[in-house]
């Protein structure tokens, strides 16, 4: 009696086809853990652009003492001393100067696709520049969106300030 010993045609191909089923499933988890890695990392380096930038905007309009100019998108004000700052989207940038004007201002952060401001009275009413007391602007808004790099939706970001030099009875300390 002969006894043969060794695995079929069928064998192998049906373990073949099962180990080729394990490895596509586990191909699509690791190509998931890799898109997940990459939206953490997009989602902190914009956290960290938006925060250094909306720290430096909260400054300089927490000592204004009077709005010069302002839409929805830009803003020129006074702060002690007489220095005057204009802040405004230009492109795709939200763009500082110590000129009174946003054309040729430094960078603060690169990707913009939305910036708004906002004015709110004591009443937290709309306050209106020019028709509006000083002393009634009791805080500014800020919200300002990113694109991302990875085709993923913007990511809004927002601040709230209340100017200190304007006169206003809830200014901060």
Known sequence: MQRNSGFTLIEIIVSLMLV????????????????GYQAARENGRMAQAAQIAL??????????????NSNGSEI???????????????????????????????ILIRGVSSFEISYKDL???????????MDQLARIDIRLELSRNDGMTAAPFTTSINPRNNGAPNAPY
Do not use: C, H, K, Y
């Not at 080729?20 to 890799?34: I, P």
């Open 20 to 35: 080729s089923l394990l490895a596509t499933v586990a191909g699509f988890g690791l190509v998931e853990v890799a898109r």
């Open 76 to 106: 020129v004000v006074t702060r002690p001393g007489g220095n005057q700052t204009a802040m405004g989207l230009s492109g795709t940038d939200i763009l500082v100067d110590d000129d009174a004007t946003v054309a040729g201002g430094e």
């Open 123 to 133: 009443d937290d009413q709309d306050w209106v520049q020019g028709t509006d007391d």
């Open 55 to 68: 720290l430096r905007i909260g400054r300089e309009l927490m000592e204004l003492e009077t709005v010069d």
